[in-house]
């Protein structure tokens, strides 16, 4: 059963705070994905990465960064933290690109 | 780039009934289409995908349809039960191409099935 293991259920960080969010899977799966998700507008596709070392910009980009150094960790990073960044953010990892995701627990993030 | 439209944003039903609900797409060279559940407090979870070769597919009491013509599809569960509640997601990707797989979401859907 693949595992999708985001580091942070919750998080409270301050405005103007460099933040992480840790996402790791554990089955060799090629592509990862960053998504927010809000009340109301589904899930959002922040970045996402078909393999090491790359990644694409998706729906909504800005003021976040990705890293994808290793194959199981793709890392978010929020290069400074905003109110309108407080969210849901979800992590998933698929197989291949006609193959469902496997989603993380989600981090709930609070910038205050 | 593609967007994915949901309805209803909510539904009701009783216990026993069908539910319905249905997502438009606006790409037509999207060719995967899953469905996703989200229960109170955790992951979405899928519970069904079709691709585009095939009209129909079927699971136990859940089902999908796709018409590529209108470019709609739509999920269909029946004789619901109260642990159906949930929030429920549609979403589309193109699978070949160089879009890696990314899928746009739907809005989603919380149904409730009321005992």
């Known amino acids: 059963d693949v595992k999708v293991t985001q580091s942070s259920r919750y998080l409270v960080k301050r405005t103007g705070e460099k933040v992480f969010l840790e996402c790791v899977q554990d089955?060799?799966?090629?592509?990862m994905f960053w998504y927010r998700q809000d009340p109301g507008l589904g899930l959002r596709l922040i970045y996402f990465?078909?393999?090491?070392?790359?990644?694409e910009k998706g729906d909504i980009p800005e003021g976040y960064s990705v890293s994808r150094e290793k194959k199981e960790r793709f890392s978010l990073i929020l290069e400074s933290a905003s109110t309108n960044q407080t969210s849901m953010y979800l992590c998933?990892?698929?197989?291949?690109?006609?193959?469902?995701?496997?989603f993380g627990s989600g981090t709930r993030l609070t910038v205050v | 780039g593609e967007n994915v439209e949901q309805h209803p944003s909510t539904l009701s039903v009783q216990e026993g009934d069908s539910a319905v609900i249905k997502c438009t797409y606006s790409d037509s060279a999207s060719n995967y289409f899953p469905w996703y559940k989200q229960e109170l407090g955790k992951r979405p979870q899928l519970i069904i995908d079709i691709r585009s070769n095939v009209g129909e597919k079927k699971d136990q009491r859940i089902a999908v349809t796709l018409n590529k013509t209108a470019k709609h599809f739509s999920l269909h569960i029946t004789e619901t039960q109260p642990e159906d509640s949930a929030v429920y997601f549609c979403?589309?990707?193109?699978?070949?191409?160089?879009?890696?797989?990314?899928?746009?979401f739907g809005q989603g859907t919380i149904l409730t099935v009321h005992p």
């Open positions: 998933a990892s698929s197989l291949r690109a006609d193959y469902g995701y496997t």
């Open positions: 990465s078909y393999d090491v070392k790359m990644k």
């Open positions: 979403a589309a990707s193109d699978a070949g191409g160089t879009s890696y797989g990314k899928l746009t």
């Open positions: 089955m060799d799966h090629e592509n």
